[in-house]
């Protein structure tokens, strides 16, 4: 049997081209795993980098996954070699031309009604965000340095990955990114790891303890909170990561507040953990800083953090118990 037939034509065009651009990975692994490249947006300065950017084939979609881990985005990371999205697909679905239909002579064309818009978009056209688009910084003026790294822990306290900020200074500011590693026991995989909350055995202890909990976006986040006599989580990665698998151990709190970051992406992502949230906790609040961007900021500008506001149309609506079930909530011991 051909060697190749593991994997489809999708995983030898990134692989090539990866490897012509950016060299061999250092830990080849088979295909249905990931393997670590170097990323061709922030790693192809020449300097040395453990490898963060993940590949590797899923038979069943006949597609290539490209992940980095530092979070730089998939299509630039094509980009930079040669390749479009179209080229992580073994093939792409066939368009049937009978699908198309005649527009019938001297009909109107029937006008589709607008969609009613969501609950979070509502929030965000209220707090009027302007279209996010990231301002260049101009060239880098020295190597990425890694500024402090956050280790998830297993309620136990056995170690399952960090993550890692990292600081670029460049000629108009510093770029911040981030990168995971997992602790097989023995060593340092730069890869992701299992989706536990940042903190998990201070969680799980509030939980059983009826202490209400803040998620954050961040973990310089949690850890101000923490530093201000509060218990508080967070997923990895940011804004659009949290999941079922995070969400389920606070299952059970008496009260969860999440901390949206004042801009589309943060209410988008605490509309996210709200609903994961609401009606498996005793009483569900979306707030905001009254001063800055986010909760360290809202904290540097001299706020305690009981002055958070409300998310309008979010925390109203989450606050509220869901109608065919009202959950009655725990007895609250707040944090402080």
Request: net charge neutral; proline share 10%.
């Amino acid at each position: 049997m051909d060697e190749r037939s593991e994997w489809g034509r999708s995983y030898e065009v990134v692989t090539d081209a990866l490897t012509s651009r950016m060299g061999p990975p250092k830990f080849p692994r088979g295909p249905m795993q990931w393997t670590n490249y170097l990323c061709p947006v922030h790693e192809a300065d020449g300097h040395h980098h453990n490898p963060s950017l993940g590949v590797r084939y899923d038979p069943q979609q006949g597609k290539t996954m490209v992940r980095c881990w530092a979070r730089c985005d998939d299509e630039q990371v094509l980009s930079r070699i040669g390749l479009r999205v179209r080229d992580l697909w073994d093939r792409l679905p066939e368009r049937d031309p009978n699908r198309r239909t005649q527009r019938r002579p001297g009909r109107p064309t029937p006008t589709t009604a607008a969609a009613p818009k969501s609950r979070v978009d509502k929030a965000i056209d209220y707090a009027g965000f302007p279209v996010p688009h990231k301002p260049s910084l101009g060239e880098p003026l020295g190597p990425p340095e890694n500024v402090h790294s956050y280790v998830y822990r297993w309620p136990d306290g056995r170690v399952e990955g960090a993550v890692t900020r990292v600081r670029t200074p460049h000629e108009h500011g510093d770029a911040k990114s981030f990168w995971q590693a997992h602790w097989t026991g023995t060593e340092w995989e730069h890869t992701g790891f299992a989706p536990l909350p940042f903190r998990l055995p201070d969680v799980v202890e509030a939980v059983d303890a009826g202490r209400e909990i803040y998620v954050c976006e961040g973990e310089k986040d949690v850890q101000r909170a923490f530093e201000a006599g509060q218990i508080a989580t967070c997923n990895a990665m940011g804004a659009g990561k949290w999941t079922p698998e995070h969400a389920k151990w606070l299952h059970g709190a008496g009260r969860v507040i999440v901390v949206a970051d004042r801009d589309r992406p943060g209410y988008r992502h605490a509309n996210t953990v709200a609903e994961s949230l609401h009606g498996r906790v005793g009483e569900v609040r979306v707030m905001q800083a009254a001063a800055g961007k986010d909760l360290s900021e809202h904290l540097d500008a001299f706020h305690r953090i009981d002055e958070l506001e409300p998310v309008p149309y979010l925390d109203r609506h989450f606050r509220q118990p869901p109608q065919h079930e009202r959950t009655p909530p725990r007895d609250l011991t707040r944090s402080r």
